[in-house]
T-cell receptor, first 114, second 113 residues
Framework: DAKTTQPNSMESNEEEPVHLPCNHS???????IHWYRQLPSQGPEYVIH???SNVNNRMASLAIAEDRKSSTLILHRATLRDAAVYYC???????????????FGKGTHLIIQP | DAGITQSPRHKVTETGTPVTLRCHQT?????MYWYRQDPGHGLRLIHY???????DKGEVSDGYSVSRSKTEDFLLTLESATSSQTSVYFC????????????FGSGTRLTVV
């Protein structure tokens, strides 16, 4: 299974940008990079995904390295509500062939200081 | 957020009793998933479905069964609940293809005593 490596935790200040790194050195050419976050006592929430090009949406930006072995989730202006566990996941097909699947790691616990 | 609901939200049950958790979607997505989340293990896939009556096992399927008789409902059954199945259970939906994201439900907290 393709794996990702993220720091266990990061801390940032409110209203400052946050850069959350993710390494995925064994990524395959067709694997999509997905980011989810999980706020306390809630289910995971989709944030953003990409394949090769950088991506932007209303929540965040995703910067993908040219060799695709790493990526960075960028929160442009963190708020207290962004405090969550952030998961970087490679969406790869299951070996069973029935459906694509998401394999969650431990993620990065983002702490936002007021 | 509409789209996916789980019921019940909380349940306490006794060891050895059967338990069924329900996931209901209004998005008409083909794929549905059941995950469990435990401290130290993160989210792990139990079973998934890729269509009506089409299901397959995930990483931690022992002790669980699923059924999907219609597109909108995906049921997770613990035939004989054990204390090791105390967990938070999340349902998710998606369309096929790696370019689609998942939408997760709010979870069911199950305690087996």
């Amino acid at each position: 299974d393709a794996k990702t490596t993220q720091p266990n935790s990061m801390e940032s200040n409110e209203e400052e940008p946050v850069h959350l790194p993710c390494n995925h050195s064994t990524i395959s050419g067709t694997d999509y990079i997905h980011w989810y976050r999980q706020l306390p006592s809630q289910g995971p929430e989709y944030v953003i995904h990409g394949l090769t090009s950088n991506v932007n949406n209303r929540m965040a930006s995703l910067a993908i390295a040219e060799d695709r072995k790493s990526s960075t989730l960028i929160l442009h202006r963190a708020t207290l509500r962004d405090a969550a566990v952030y998961y970087c996941i490679l969406r790869v097909p299951y070996s069973g062939g029935g459906a694509d699947g998401l394999t969650f790691g431990k993620g990065t616990h983002l702490i936002i200081q007021p | 957020d509409a789209g996916i609901t789980q019921s019940p939200r909380h349940k306490v049950t006794e060891t050895g009793t059967p338990v069924t958790l329900r996931c209901h979607q209004t998005e008409n997505h083909r794929y549905m998933y059941w995950y469990r989340q435990d401290p130290g293990h993160g989210l792990r896939l139990i079973h998934y479905s890729y269509g009506v009556k089409d299901t397959d096992k995930g990483e931690v399927s022992d002790g669980y069964s699923v059924s999907r008789s219609k597109t909108e409902d995906f049921l997770l059954t613990l035939e004989s609940a054990t204390s090791s199945q105390t967990s938070v259970y999340f349902c998710a939906i998606s369309e096929k293809g790696q370019s689609y994201g998942y939408t997760f439900g709010s979870g069911t907290r199950l305690t087996v005593v």
